[in-house]
């Protein structure tokens, strides 16, 4: 559902030029409040920033899996996904709208919007869909403990999965079950919020049930019995426990905060643009939600790698700013962690949450 940037776009026509030639041709744009030469340089300042970094941190992160090879665990195959996802949807997705931004148009008709409008929905769907499997997965393992060694099998089976459902949702449009189109400032493509039909209504009601509003509440699920969780043991353990909760609620709290301010403005817009009277969204309105969902590809690398002590060692010392290779020892996590289980005891019926400790060799007694 990257739907990057909304259509208010009824009055946009399709025709062919004399040379066969497929292209999209807008009659009224002045009557439809296009964006003016000065707000089209700020799009393109934008989207040049937003594709700049955007490969830029997603490139670094592919970088630390080529070259660490502790990086390369079952949980961080997650992390991978969501990198990878993130720098096609620059490199496929931004590239195009930027220099269309550039030029004050859409640049490749209409062919090229059904494709511009899909892969970027694929992928952007993936990179969100990997989020949720990423905040299970952190839920399950801080609170239930499993004995096994790494199983790759799960992470690959949920990385397939993850592109299948996006799939199963975007190529709906391609085969006439709604359509993608034109949208926002006229310099990007996506599904075609106002088309006025039952056909059209009923994808966008399943787009924005199972692509949005259900991976909102599997978050905030998991999140909410992690960080139930974490005060558990605060309870037992007042020093370490407790910097724990602290650290991992900065990171809930950060990560439902972003997905939220990313995702939640561009969905309302759709829905308004999708239900409500028509031009309801003018594209001027339209472009600022959008261009929020495209940071995602900017913010998430920050988020899902910069505030994991393990990626973040193994960065320093990729630019040599750790003195301690990011390979020493035994492992790259530290060498006391603290690991929460959740075991269903026949204790008053309740559930009780036992903090254990593992320790390296050169940990201390707490």
Same mark, same amino acid.
């Given at each position: 559902?990257?739907?990057?940037? $909304?259509?208010?776009?009824d009055?946009l *026509?399709? &025709?062919?030029?004399q040379?066969?030639?497929m292209e999209?041709v807008d009659?009224h744009?002045e009557?439809?409040?296009?964006l #003016?030469?000065a707000?089209f340089?700020v799009?393109?300042v934008v989207?040049?920033?937003?594709m700049?970094f955007g =490969?830029?941190?997603?490139?670094v992160?592919l970088? !630390?899996?080529?070259?660490?090879?502790?990086l390369?665990?079952?949980?961080?195959?997650l992390?991978?996904n969501i990198?990878?996802?993130?720098?096609?949807?620059?490199l496929?997705?931004? /590239?195009? &709208?930027?220099?269309s931004s =550039?030029r004050?148009?859409?640049?490749?008709?209409r062919?090229?919007?059904?494709w511009?409008?899909? =892969? *970027?929905s694929?992928?952007?769907i993936v990179?969100l869909?990997?989020? @949720?499997i990423?905040?299970?997965?952190?839920y399950? %393992?801080? /609170?239930?403990y499993?004995?096994?060694?790494?199983?790759?099998?799960?992470p !690959?089976l949920?990385?397939a999965g993850?592109?299948?459902?996006s799939l199963?949702w /975007?190529?709906?449009?391609?085969?006439?079950?709604?359509?993608?189109?034109i949208?926002?400032?006229?310099?990007?493509?996506?599904? #075609?919020?106002?088309?006025? /039909?039952?056909?059209?209504?009923?994808?966008i009601?399943?787009l924005f049930?199972f692509?949005?509003g259900?991976?909102i509440?599997? +978050? !905030?699920?998991?999140y909410?019995?992690?960080?139930?969780a974490v005060?558990? @043991?605060?309870?037992?353990r007042?020093?370490?426990?407790r910097?724990?909760?602290y650290?991992i609620?900065?990171m @809930?709290l950060?990560?439902?905060a972003?997905? +939220? !301010?990313?995702?939640m403005?561009?969905?309302? @817009?759709? +829905?308004m643009? %999708?239900?409500?009277?028509? *031009?309801?969204?003018?594209?001027?309105?339209?472009?600022?939600p959008s261009?929020?969902?495209k940071? &995602?590809?900017v913010? *998430?690398?920050l988020?899902?790698?910069?505030m994991?002590?393990?990626?973040y060692?193994c960065?320093?010392?990729? $630019?040599h700013?750790?003195r301690?290779?990011?390979d020493q020892g035994n492992?790259?996590m530290p060498?006391?962690t603290?690991?929460?289980?959740?075991?269903?005891?026949?204790?008053?019926?309740?559930?009780?949450?036992?903090?254990?400790?593992t320790?390296?060799?050169d940990?201390r007694?707490?």
């Amino acid at each position: 559902m990257d739907s990057r940037m $909304f259509s208010g776009q009824d009055a946009l *026509n399709y &025709s062919f030029n004399q040379s066969g030639d497929m292209e999209l041709v807008d009659e009224h744009d002045e009557a439809r409040g296009r964006l #003016s030469p000065a707000g089209f340089v700020v799009l393109s300042v934008v989207l040049g920033f937003i594709m700049t970094f955007g =490969i830029l941190n997603n490139f670094v992160v592919l970088l !630390l899996f080529c070259k660490f090879k502790k990086l390369r665990t079952p949980v961080n195959m997650l992390l991978l996904n969501i990198s990878i996802s993130d720098m096609l949807v620059c490199l496929f997705g931004t /590239t195009l &709208s930027f220099a269309s931004s =550039i030029r004050g148009r859409w640049l490749l008709g209409r062919s090229g919007c059904s494709w511009y409008g899909f =892969i *970027n929905s694929c992928f952007g769907i993936v990179s969100l869909i990997s989020l @949720v499997i990423l905040s299970y997965d952190r839920y399950s %393992t801080l /609170t239930v403990y499993n004995k096994r060694g790494p199983d790759y099998r799960k992470p !690959l089976l949920a990385v397939a999965g993850a592109w299948l459902y996006s799939l199963f949702w /975007t190529v709906p449009p391609l085969l006439g079950w709604s359509s993608y189109g034109i949208e926002g400032a006229g310099t990007s493509c996506s599904v #075609s919020w106002t088309v006025k /039909t039952t056909q059209s209504h009923a994808y966008i009601i399943c787009l924005f049930t199972f692509c949005l509003g259900l991976p909102i509440l599997v +978050m !905030l699920y998991c999140y909410s019995r992690l960080l139930w969780a974490v005060k558990q @043991v605060g309870k037992i353990r007042k020093t370490a426990a407790r910097r724990r909760e602290y650290h991992i609620l900065f990171m @809930v709290l950060t990560t439902a905060a972003c997905y +939220m !301010l990313c995702w939640m403005p561009y969905g309302v @817009v759709a +829905m308004m643009a %999708t239900f409500g009277p028509p *031009n309801i969204i003018s594209p001027v309105a339209s472009v600022v939600p959008s261009l929020l969902a495209k940071s &995602s590809t900017v913010i *998430n690398p920050l988020i899902y790698i910069l505030m994991n002590k393990q990626f973040y060692r193994c960065f320093l010392s990729l $630019f040599h700013c750790n003195r301690q290779p990011a390979d020493q020892g035994n492992t790259s996590m530290p060498s006391k962690t603290t690991v929460m289980q959740l075991n269903r005891r026949v204790y008053s019926n309740t559930v009780a949450c036992t903090p254990e400790v593992t320790k390296g060799p050169d940990s201390r007694q707490t």
